[in-house]
């Protein structure tokens, strides 16, 4: 009763080194999200390299409402939290939390320098 995406929300492993790289990752690049009236507001440590926009375009259409994908810096709703962090800006269908997931894995791992 779940899609296959859903999968993605959830991860086994019995390595140490696996679950610690698993946390350490989640928030390489993603910081945080919130809603920002109808719009879903996720915060980053870094912006997202060029192209990358147009690959979450395509490859994660499904999970909006509607409308696309945009960057831009912090809303004025948002009061001044983190407000030197770039965002990306969507209407979320609130119904794809696999593939939301997928799509911050994605933002986790696309070009980044290699960990030293």
């Not at 946390?23 to 870094?46: C, G, P």
């Amino acid at each position: 009763m779940i899609s296959p995406e859903d999968m993605s929300l959830i991860k086994f492993t019995d390595n140490i080194e696996d679950a610690v790289e698993e946390i350490l990752t989640f928030y390489r690049r993603f910081n945080s999200y919130r809603y920002v009236k109808d719009r879903l507001v996720m915060r980053l440590n870094s912006p997202l390299p060029h192209g990358a926009l147009e690959h979450i375009q395509r490859e994660f259409s499904t999970i909006l409402d509607m409308g696309t994908y945009e960057l831009s810096g912090a809303l004025p709703e948002e009061e001044d939290e983190l407000p030197g962090m770039p965002r990306l800006i969507f209407k979320f269908n609130r119904r794809s939390h696999g593939k939301l997931r997928q799509l911050v894995d994605y933002i986790n791992r696309v070009d980044l320098p290699p960990k030293r």
